[in-house]
């Protein structure tokens, strides 16, 4: 393969940090992405403690990154579902992790090519 492992430039401890973290990504810098992350991940490190918060606390944790009101609604809504319908974890599915609030298909390409080793070819247009 011609890019057999591709650096992961956004900073995450599990699957659900790094989906969190490629759903703040979007019409953001990963740059960006990873200053505000290190809070978020403090107050949200699992889809448990995430789906406990506040949508304006998360927003407030996130304010930093462009879109912050939607994507705090995404980071609750899908961890909510995660833990409704996946017992707390990312599904390693890509229909399952598309019928995620906030979760498209370049998201669920970027998911599924770094966390679970599925060929991917995720576009950014």
Known sequence: ???????????????????????????????????????????????????????????????????APSKAKYLVGLSKALLEKHGGEVPGDWKALEALPGVGHKTASVVMGQAFGVNSFPVDT
């Open 1 to 67: 393969a011609l890019y057999p492992s591709p650096p992961i430039p956004l900073d995450h401890g599990s699957t659900f940090q790094f989906l969190c973290a490629v759903v703040l990504s979007a019409q953001s810098t990963d740059r960006k992405v990873n200053q505000v992350t290190p809070a978020l991940f403090e107050a949200g490190g699992d889809a448990a403690s995430m789906a406990a918060l506040e949508v304006e606390q998360v927003r407030l944790l996130i304010r930093e990154v462009g879109l």
